[in-house]
């Protein structure tokens, strides 16, 4: 459930990493109802800023702030990996999605819009990584919170799927949700942008 006082605030935020600076002095505000585009060469620091965002790298100098207690519990975070359970089947993994995030929704359409209409009964471990990836995706189509934090969410998907997730993402935003997504792909106006090159990070009009 997306949420007005969602606000996430960097202060002279900065990580090194083997004795390079990925980024630093990093200050910004983001707040609900906006969307966050990340942007860099492979090795920039996209990945990591977003892993320190929601908690999961702790090595940092600078501040991070979420102004709102509960935020982990309205955070959808999608990284690198899918994060699939390889013994469930498609449909399987999502009903378990819901359960453990307390959500309710209709698993068979959220598939149906990334693509896997079919493959709901074909076990993860036999998928191929892009349809893995669906299947992760899959989630933001069921799971109503005030934080996606996603990485790379448009890899391995055709441009229908472009579309969609485009749609998804903007709806996401109107409806009062913070979206912060790393990718060179920008979902339509409005966009916010922050790119990260050879250890500096740059707040974008």
């Known amino acids: 459930m997306s949420d007005s006082s969602i606000r996430l605030e960097l202060v002279q935020l900065g990580c090194e990493r083997d004795d390079r600076m990925l980024f630093s002095g990093l200050s910004l505000t983001a707040r609900a109802g906006e969307i966050w585009q990340i942007t860099g060469a492979n090795g920039a620091g996209k990945t990591t800023l ?28 999608l990284g690198h990996q899918p994060g699939v359970r390889e013994e469930l089947n498609p449909l399987e993994n999502l009903r378990y999605a819901c359960a453990l995030n307390h959500q309710v929704g209709d698993p068979m359409a959220a598939l149906a819009a990334v693509g896997l209409r079919g493959f709901e009964d074909v076990p993860a471990a036999h998928l191929s990584a892009g349809q893995k ?73």
């Open 133 to 205: 990836r669906r299947v992760a995706l899959a989630r933001l189509w069921l799971e109503r919170k005030a934080v996606w934090v996603l990485d790379e969410p448009y890899t391995a998907i055709d441009q229908d799927g472009v579309a969609q997730l485009d749609a998804q993402m903007q709806q996401a935003a109107e409806a009062g949700s913070l979206v912060i997504y790393t990718s060179h792909h920008r979902v339509g106006d409005g966009v916010q942008r922050l790119h990260l090159e050879n250890g500096r990070a740059e707040v974008l009009s």
């Open 50 to 77: 977003l892993r320190i965002l929601v908690g999961l790298h702790g090595f940092f100098e600078g501040e991070r702030r979420w102004w709102q207690p509960q935020w982990q519990q309205d955070l959808l975070y």
